[in-house]
């Protein structure tokens, strides 16, 4: 069975410029949470989808979105990039909403660097 | 909100020995689960345990075993006979829907 799969594994961008990330889940995973790692900050949650809905929302500015699709991959999206905006981003995959009752499974991670 | 504290920022220990790395938790939640999360440098976030709070028997897998203390709002992470493999970032993190990471622990294990 595949696990979770986000790329691009490393991304470098410019200020002002947006990027995209993807996360696959693992087969039959229907949510799909994104996390924010810095070294200032640590782990930060940022949103969760589950069927297509995003159920969840962590305290991050609106240049921040994302969205899921009917196969429950799922893609993040951050505008208008800043320098602070550098940080190694993880997806993380479950069966049913909420990490609360169900194993959240992570990714290897987007590593972005804003420059 | 929930917030998680891990105090110590690193920790090191001789193999094959036993180490506990702390964690504490405020919440006014009754019903959460509680997870310890292993971070190698891979970074990939690989899950060591995880604890129901309305379950009183403290979890337990192969080496790992946790000390949930509800009313102190502790929750401590023993790893018994350490392996070198063990050595990452560990970190403690509190879910009622989201989870909420503290700081994270370096562990490193000594030969």
């Known amino acids: 069975k595949a696990g979770v799969t986000q790329t691009p594994r490393y991304l470098i961008k410019t200020r002002g410029q947006q990027v995209t990330l993807s996360c696959s889940p693992i087969s039959g995973h229907r949510s799909v949470s994104w996390y924010q790692q810095t070294p200032g900050q640590g782990l930060q949650f940022l949103f969760e989808?589950?069927?297509?809905?995003?159920?969840n929302k962590g305290n991050f500015p609106g240049r921040f979105s994302g969205r899921q699709f009917s196969n429950s991959r799922s893609e993040m999206n951050v505008s208008t990039l800043e320098l602070g905006d550098s940080a190694l981003y993880l997806c993380a995959s479950s069966l049913g909403q909420g990490a609360m009752n169900t194993e959240a499974f992570f990714g290897q991670g987007t590593r972005l660097t804003v420059v | 909100a929930q917030t998680v504290t891990q105090s110590q920022p690193e920790m090191s220990v001789q193999e094959a020995e036993t180490v506990t790395l702390s964690c504490t938790y405020d919440?006014?939640?009754?019903?959460?689960?509680l997870f310890w999360y292993k971070q190698p440098p891979s970074r990939q976030m690989i899950l060591v345990i995880r604890q129901e709070a309305y379950k009183q028997q403290n979890a337990t897998e192969n080496r790992f075993s946790v000390n949930f203390q509800k009313a102190a709002k502790s929750f401590s992470l023993k790893i018994s006979d350490s392996q070198l493999g063990d050595t990452a970032m560990y970190f403690c993190?509190?879910?009622?829907?989201?989870?909420?990471f503290g700081k994270g622990i370096t562990l490193s294990v000594r030969p």
């Open positions: 989808y589950f069927s297509e809905t995003q159920r």
């Open positions: 919440t006014s939640e009754n019903n959460y689960y």
């Open positions: 993190a509190f879910s009622k829907r989201e989870l909420t």
